[in-house]
């Protein structure tokens, strides 16, 4: 079946650039997406990219998908200490319908001062 | 900005009890989901819901579980009959066009 696999942690110094990885399965993946999720909350969706991209731009936020190798990136500029969060990558096939999404374990971005 | 709202928040359960969680989707929005976390472990997709009815479901979907939209806000998915491993954080997402979901806050479900 498909499968989405993370780093599970990522340590970066407040101000650095974050570069969370991600890497899929399902060549058939038409949406991916970076969900966010703080303590406590729920999955907020920070940005997707549709299969036929390669990249996408939305201010501190720059996702690179390269198809050939099924792998993901979410890259945030000038990381500030609300970025820290557990980062969770989703891909969704082309099964058709109300498709349910595939996450992988998330990364937990830690910020050091 | 509308959001999908989870009731309750946390809700505590003897083994073998039936539980009910509830979701209120986003007003415009056509398609339901229902995931659950373990702690530790990945999001895991249970079951969708478009047009009054089940569109997919998972392996982890089996009989104990139903799912319901009883009226024009509210879907709610039942556990019959709750097991210690049903323990996990149950989110509820919705989506307009099946391609973006959005998603609530969770409802965390703890079975003694």
Sequence with gaps: GEDVEQSLFLSVREGDSSVINCTYTDSSSTYLYWYKQEPGAGLQLLTYIFSNMDMKQDQRLTVLLNKKDKHLSLRIADTQTGDSAIYFCAERGRGGGADGLTFGKGTHLIIQP | ?112
């Design chain 2, 1 to 112: 900005e509308p959001e999908v709202t989870q009731t309750p928040s946390h809700q505590v359960t003897q083994m073998g009890q039936e539980v009910i969680l509830r979701c209120v989707p986003i007003s415009n929005h056509l398609y339901f989901y229902w995931y659950r976390q373990i702690l530790g472990q990945k999001v895991e997709f249970l079951v969708s819901f478009y047009n009054n009815e089940i569109s997919e479901k998972s392996e982890i979907f089996d009989d104990q579980f139903s799912v319901e939209r009883p009226d024009g806000s509210n879907f709610t998915l039942k556990i019959r009959s709750t097991k210690l491993e049903d323990s996990a954080m149950y989110f509820c997402a919705s989506s307009a066009s099946a391609s973006i979901q959005y998603f609530g806050a969770g409802t965390r479900l703890s079975v003694l």
